[in-house]
């Protein structure tokens, strides 16, 4: 007779090919039932996102199949997204959200709004539960670039995100009017990345994006300081000054104990729309080169790409706007990646210590 345990045994067997440890011990197994010859399992991924499910499923069918008389597997897929282990006392987790991701770069202006905007609705398709906080609060562009620009409203002493695109957002571009320039300093500063932090009501969010202004200064360090950061996404194009100062931006998050969970290299190359051939306007792979020189993981490249500009001018980022184009593809591959890097976080520092 074919028992549970007989079950979990075999799916003992089964590592998950990122954090190279066993399904079962990683208690990404539940709900194991066995009627005759049937077998049912629940596979609790760690991320909606994961572009490792199929294999991971497949495996599972082959170690059950092992044992002898199963006829019948059925496996429900789920996801939850883990939680990190607080790394410090002084820093708060955010109540009810999964991982804060910081989206930075050294420099101004390599489209860290436009990704971390495509990135947020990116993981959303996949069905996580996403917000996305634009902290750069001299020089908001994520309501144009959703296209939503109402202003928020509060509902049981808490501030409503937006919502657009299947994802929630909020932004300092929200609260003043339109054209108008916000002109604070550093305490300020702090107070209103403290607002949005804690009286915007993210809860249930499996993925809070932050989208940081460029550079390593106040907001940056108010936003590390004040809450816990899963990790950052660095953002850069190919060229040589941009990718020094990314350098500059991993150093900070270094400092700061903030993992880096990849570097993204946008404006990568240009495929002409005419003749369909690539050319490479700045210097392509070079940051993939200098992140892995660094030690640190390449999450992907993305065109330079007219489609993208023009998704960001108009509210509809390309990813919702061109879901299963070739751009969007390679977004929602990153995406992927980025949700496997913090799964990885997350369930190695879980495992190492417990
Ligand atoms: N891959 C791309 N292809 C075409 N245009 C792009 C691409 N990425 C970004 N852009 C465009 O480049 C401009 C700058 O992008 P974005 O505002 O996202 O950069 P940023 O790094 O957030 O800038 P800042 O440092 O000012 O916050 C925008 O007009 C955007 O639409
Ligand atoms: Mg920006």
Redesign the pocket.
Known sequence: MITPEAVLAALGTVNDPDLHRDLVTLGMIEDVAVDGGRVRFTLVLTTSACPLKGQIEDDCRAAVTRIAGVTDIAIKTTSRVRKPKDPSADRKALEGVGHVIAVG?G?????????AANLAIALARTGANVGLLDC?IY?P?LPR?LGAQRQPYQKDGRIVPLEAHGIRFMSMGLLVESGEAVVWRGPMLHGAIKSFLGDVDWSGCDYLLV?L??GTGDVQLSLIQQTVVTGAVV?TTPSTVAIEDSVKAIRMFDKLSVPVLGVIE??SYFVCDQCDKRHDIFSSGDAQARALALGLPFLGA?????A??L???TGAPVVAADPDGATSLAFRAIAGHLAQRISIITLGSVSASA
């Not at 420099?107 to 990704?115: D, F, I, L, M, R």
């Not at 993305?302 to 007219?306: A, G, M």
């Open positions: 770069s420099k101004g202006g390599v489209g860290k709004s436009t990704v750069d020089g562009n670039m989208d202004p460029p953002v946008n404006m993305l065109p330079l790409e007219s993208v500009r998704g960001g001018d």
